[in-house]
């Protein structure tokens, strides 16, 4: 009985602890939030998840929105054209369910790749003619042809793939490394989304959201415009002074209201007020392309010179990267090729294949790519069999959470290998499994980050990226 009663008392101490200092650990908290290396300093020491020398300091995801096909871009079957037109064996299907577009077909008939492939590099990694550009770097990638999903239609895959649950509400991986790592500018946001590409489905800003975590880790989205974040530029009648006074006397508000309330995401409030007013300088420094020179241009593409397209976002990612950003997520819309992938395809492929090869040989000759990791990936692949008819010259393709492939390259990653294997249809994987936790407790091993300790408490449980699951795959390590 005593010790129930010590244990009352003990909890009745704390309550009142926590009430009577309410205002004080919200000001402590602003405090930390203002200094330049105090957040850094304590989210290093509530995560305890820097366990080793970290490969990486940053990583830029290059998100294909849509799901690109396999079998089209990187996974050869030759087999396949002897297959051609027939049905799809009832051994291979294993009776995987099929989503509502081919759930109605009768049929499903084999659709052998159009495109020719050949390898590439010492490393001989195989490589779709669409694809011209990337194979010129085959030997800096590292290609995961077995990477497999828990969700077969696109908004639960591309939510799984970014934050670690099909279901949304989770931080995403973005929010969960500026957390565990804070930030080297602080003239920038840790974490930012550029999205670029028209159609198919649609970009959903919880994407780069922190979930349960602090506002502060969410990802800032920059337009596709010359001035890339909203309200950035000071409106007409009003200078930086006046900018300047009015934060003040907001600040001095906010300030006031967490004194009262000691809510701390008011602290957060005050400190992206202070980084909004940093960034009006440093943005538009950043966005500035026209610094480039006419070699970095030649590179990256003519698209580039225009914002919001995936070249000039690609050339916007290496700034952003040169400057300290943690996390930078573009999302690329438009590879979900359900009916006339071939010219679909192709046209995507036109639009991605250069600045993405660019991306990296631009980080490589200025040193970055050793520190840089690099992701390419869809949130699924493509089924062998046709969606829709099947002619000589045109055929689609499903959804295929079984198999599909990614790519890394830099910070860590083992260069010009192939990892994983699948079947003659590219239907089912024959080697190497990956899971999206595997790939996930991968990245964030290459950022020095024990996937298994950066958690973060909310609603009574201890959260992380890669849930209760994960194991970092060592053979795709140097």
């Known amino acids: 009985m005593q010790n129930l009663t010590d244990g009352v008392e003990m909890l009745a101490n704390r309550r009142s602890f926590l009430r009577q200092n309410a205002a004080g650990v919200g000001l402590a908290a602003l405090a930390t939030l203002l200094q330049e290396s105090g957040a850094v300093e304590q989210t290093k020491a509530s995560t305890s998840g820097l366990h080793f020398p970290a490969r990486a300091k940053r990583v830029i ?42 759930a109605g077909q009768t049929s499903f008939p084999i659709a052998a790749s159009m ?19 990337t194979a010129k770097i085959a030997d800096e990638i590292c ?23 099909i279901q949304a ?3 995403s991986m973005g929010s969960w490394i500026s957390y565990g790592l804070g930030s080297e500018n602080q003239d920038l946001p840790t974490f930012v989304a550029l999205t670029s590409g028209t159609g198919g489905q649609p970009l959903y800003d919880r994407l780069w959201g922190s979930g349960f975590l602090p506002s502060k880790h969410q990802g800032v989205k920059f337009r596709r415009s010359s001035d890339p974040v909203l309200f950035l530029s000071n409106p007409p009648g009003v200078d930086q002074q006046a900018r300047r006074e009015m934060l003040d006397d907001l600040g001095e508000l906010n300030r006031l209201s967490l004194a009262e309330k000691g809510d701390p995401e008011i602290a957060t409030r005050i400190a992206q007020y202070e980084l909004a007013f940093r960034m009006q300088t440093s943005v538009p420094e950043l966005a500035d392309l026209s610094q480039e020179s006419a070699t970095t241009f030649e590179l990256y593409g003519e698209q580039a010179k225009q914002p919001g397209t995936y070249a000039a976002n690609c050339l916007l990612a290496r700034r952003l990267a040169e400057r300290g950003v943690r996390f930078i997520q573009l999302y690329h819309r438009g590879w979900d090729h359900h009916l006339n992938l071939p010219t679909k395809i192709k046209q995507l492929a036109g ?70 294997a699948t079947d003659d249809f590219s239907y089912n994987i024959t080697e190497n499994p990956l899971p999206v936790h595997d790939l996930n407790a991968t990245i964030l091993h290459c950022l020095g980050i024990d996937h298994k300790k950066l958690t973060y408490k909310f609603q009574g449980r201890y959260y992380r990226l890669t849930d209760v699951h994960g194991e970092v795959v060592k053979p795709l390590l140097s």
């Open 61 to 102: 995801y290059l998100s294909q929105s849509g799901a690109p096909s396999q079998m089209d871009l990187f996974d050869y079957k030759p087999e396949l054209k002897k297959y051609h037109k027939s049905e799809l064996p009832d051994s291979i299907r294993r009776g995987q369910r099929l989503t509502g577009m081919t």
């Open 351 to 420: 639009e991605t294949d250069q600045a993405t090869a660019a991306l990296i040989l631009d980080l490589k000759q200025r040193g970055m790519l050793d520190d840089t990791l690099v992701v390419w990936a869809g949130e699924f692949g493509r089924t062998v069999y046709c969606q829709g008819t099947l002619t000589a010259t045109n055929y689609g393709r499903d959804h295929h959470p079984r198999c599909f492939t990614v790519w890394a390259a830099g910070g860590g990653m083992k260069p010009g290998i192939t990892y994983g």
């Open 115 to 133: 495109f020719q492939f050949a390898q590439h590099g010492k490393s001989g990694t195989w490589m779709s003619e669409l694809l011209p550009h």
């Open 169 to 171: 509400g989770r931080p």
């Open 143 to 165: 290609v995961v042809k077995s990477m497999y999903t828990e969700a077969i239609n696109h908004d639960p895959a591309i939510t799984f793939l970014q934050t670690g649950s």
